[in-house]
């Protein structure tokens, strides 16, 4: 059984940085890819897609609204995965949530549909 334990969400002002965490049990990550999405407050919100990172090293891809403000990594070390977020803004207000393909090697997808496991989510409020 896979799951997925994210934390290091809570309240920052805007221009500031916080750092998520994803810890996997059940599961050594290295070798499949791995996402955050975050769904904003409101009725209708979607899950979208923030950041991903594949099993082989240097496959990255990044949200528009977030390019060059977030990063994600991961310490196959410490089975983790991180989103590095600074220059926060209001509407990066959301809760955060990691997920995890479980096909091994497979692209990095940016549709919540192709992911099979989940976090339980943390939230991250960015005041003005």
């Known amino acids: 059984q896979v799951q997925l334990i994210e934390s290091g969400g809570g309240l920052a002002q805007a221009g500031g940085s916080l750092r998520l965490s994803c810890a996997a049990s059940g599961r050594t990550l290295s070798d499949y890819t791995m996402a955050w999405f975050r769904q904003a407050p409101g009725p209708g919100k979607e899950r979208d897609f923030v950041a991903g990172i594949g099993a082989i090293p240097g496959r990255t891809i990044y949200a528009d609204s977030v390019k060059g403000r977030f990063a994600i990594s991961r310490d196959n070390t410490k089975n983790t995965v991180y989103l590095h977020m600074n220059s926060l803004k209001p509407e990066d207000t959301a809760v955060y949530y990691c997920?995890?393909?479980?096909?091994?090697?497979?692209?990095?997808?940016?549709?919540?549909?192709?992911?099979?496991?989940w976090g339980q989510g943390t939230q991250v409020t960015v005041s003005s």
């Open positions: 997920a995890a393909d479980r096909v091994r090697y497979g692209p990095v997808f940016t549709n919540p549909r192709d992911y099979d496991y």
